[in-house]
């Protein structure tokens, strides 16, 4: 249960991250190169956030 709210926590603070980056901290020239390069940090992000779910069911398992 402590693990199932310890995760709503952490993917609730990326989600707000990336909100805020996306609504506010991009200059308008850096939006373009940003949404050009989008999918490069989707990408990137899923597989940090698959990589550290697979470092917990590790640990636990062993």
Do not use: T
């Amino acid at each position: 249960m402590k693990i199932k709210k310890l995760w709503i926590k952490i993917i609730s603070i990326v989600a707000e991250f990336w909100i805020n980056i996306l609504l506010f901290h991009i200059p308008v020239r850096f939006k373009r190169f940003f949404f050009v390069n989008i999918y490069k940090i989707v990408i990137a992000s899923i597989l940090i956030i698959l990589g550290i779910i697979l470092y917990f069911i590790l640990k636990f398992l062993i």
